[in-house]
């Protein structure tokens, strides 16, 4: 007799997956995927509400002649294209404000950072008293605004009621009797710089710290114990654990110090003599407002958006080539 072979029954019949319909594992792993962009839905609403529509007006601003006469109606709007900055690139002036203006964010954001971080470093081996008079200092100059902070720091350096330069003609240096710190252009810009890096050290100090006390005792008292100093510690432990940290206040430093303005204009009066001490911000609005030219103005804008985005950019393409996790 011989035996029945067995009735092989389908595939789709044993509860294997048809072809084209996604099994459950997959489904659950799209699902995975899309949760995050759920969550951020309504933030990238809200950007796109509050930041997208006013770049899409200054790009579009930028494409035409708009000046006075355009904004009062008296004159219809004239499509000129990327004649705006065409313009701007063929002005040597544009490049030299652009020098200007790279120079003195790099030197403010180098000196904000050195001095925030140090300051951490020290506030975390000073007694709880010492330290805390620091950071109430230290948030009183981040809390000042930045006209009264302009103020402030001019009539310091005021050529002839300055105690500045009061002090200095005090022990010995009788150069600096009437001396004007933003007569010259770079001393004008030091001026400047000075006042900006007082007030944004505390926001580094602040965040630094933060950051040097989330990190572990263990790592730091193992590291004592085996005879490393303190300096050794701060750039061989700290620094390696804090560089998400330093990755935050670097690219906020970046920005704030680019866009400089109240600053440069309250202390060098509108850009320094013949405009010496011009920065793009301050540019931009002589451009925009002072000459009425707000087409040139809005690519000026443009400009700086897109100089950010990619300064940005390279900064964290740079950080992720060596391997840090952001």
């Not at 500045?164 to 710190?181: D, E, H």
């Amino acid at each position: 007799m011989t035996a029945l072979a067995p009735v092989r029954r389908p595939e789709s019949a044993q509860g294997a997956p048809r072809k084209g319909r996604p099994t459950a594992a997959r489904t659950s792993r799209r699902r995975a995927r899309l949760e995050p962009w759920l969550y951020l839905a309504p933030a990238f609403t809200v950007l796109i509400a509050l930041l997208g529509y006013p770049i899409f007006q200054l790009v579009n601003v930028s494409l035409y002649d708009y000046r006075q006469a355009q904004v009062s109606g008296k004159a219809p709007l004239k499509f000129t294209g990327l004649e705006n900055y065409q313009k701007l690139f063929a002005d040597p002036q544009f490049w030299t404000v652009l020098g200007n203006t790279v120079l003195f964010a790099a030197v403010c954001v180098v000196f904000t950072l050195l001095v925030g971080g140090s300051l951490a470093v020290l506030a975390t081996r000073l007694r709880p008293w010492v330290r805390s008079m620091l950071f109430v200092v230290s948030l009183g100059a981040w809390a000042t605004p930045a006209v009264t902070g302009s103020a402030v720091w001019l009539f310091l350096f005021d050529p002839t009621l300055g105690l500045v330069n009061k002090t200095l003609v005090g022990i010995g240096l009788t150069q600096f009797q009437g001396y004007s710190w933003t007569y010259d252009k770079w001393s004008g810009f030091g001026l400047v710089a000075s006042e900006v890096v007082w007030c944004s050290f505390p926001f580094v100090l602040v965040t630094v710290y933060a950051g040097i006390q989330a990190i572990p005792t263990e790592v730091i008292e193992a590291a004592r114990l085996d005879g490393a100093s303190m300096p050794r510690i701060a750039r061989s432990i700290m620094l390696p654990m804090l560089r998400p940290i330093v990755v935050v206040v670097t690219i906020q430093s970046i920005i704030w110090n680019f866009k400089i303005f109240s600053q440069i204009y309250i202390m060098t009066n509108g850009g320094g003599i013949a405009g010496q001490n011009l920065v793009l911000n301050v540019y931009g609005y002589q451009q925009a407002f002072a000459a009425s030219l707000y087409g040139l103005g809005s690519a000026l804008g443009v400009i700086m958006t897109a100089l950010l985005m990619v300064i940005t950019l390279l900064y964290l393409r740079i950080l992720k080539r060596t391997g840090e996790a952001l």
